[in-house]
């Protein structure tokens, strides 16, 4: 983890977390005091409820939905109940204050291990992006040369591969360079 915002009403728990996260070789700790005042994504956001200006139900929304922030809500032991069964569908972590160090510490190892494993899935989503953007490419191609050839989906296929192994590039780059030859 890279970035870390704790938002925190309360002087001595920003201090507390603060110590906290230091512990974890964590670097680059930013603070806030209210939740509108996050205008950017952090690895990971501690949000030390309550906060001066309340935690109200559209901007917690709006911050668990907009965000890929890993999100901690260190709340009062009798709220903390409330606050998993309304936060579970997000993916936040609820722990109750005050904040123990051993929770704390487990806490932030699940954190890097899931960013490892997200890291893995997000390369594979990007990664089968480009083939389906390719794909798109290749068969809007096809229809071209079909289109403007009179050639039959076999041939065209057949055309497009021939072309990427005799100038041994992809077959993406030979569909791009049929659509500016013939779209323009």
Do not use: C, W
Request: hydrophobic share 40%.
């Amino acid at each position: 983890m890279e970035s870390v915002l704790v938002v925190s009403s309360d002087k001595k728990s920003t201090e507390y977390l603060y110590d906290l996260l230091r512990d974890e070789q964590l670097s680059i700790i930013e603070s806030a005091e209210n939740i509108s005042d996050i205008h950017e994504s952090y690895d990971l956001v501690i949000i030390d409820i309550p906060l001066k200006d309340g935690l109200s139900g559209k901007n917690a929304v709006d911050l668990f939905e907009n965000t890929n922030s890993k999100i901690i809500l260190a709340v009062p032991k009798e709220r903390e109940e409330y606050f998993e069964s309304k936060s579970e569908k997000y993916g936040v972590f609820v722990i109750a204050k005050p904040v123990d160090k051993t929770l704390f510490k487990k806490a932030m190892h699940f954190f890097r291990a899931m960013q490892k494993r997200l890291g893995g899935v997000q390369k594979e989503n990007v990664r089968l992006k480009k083939q389906i953007d390719d794909i798109r490419l290749i068969n809007r191609a096809k229809y071209i040369l079909m289109e403007y050839l009179s050639m039959t989906e076999a041939q065209a296929h057949r055309y497009l591969e021939k072309q990427a192994m005799d100038m041994r590039v992809t077959k993406a780059e030979i569909a791009k360079s049929i659509l500016s030859t013939y779209e323009n």
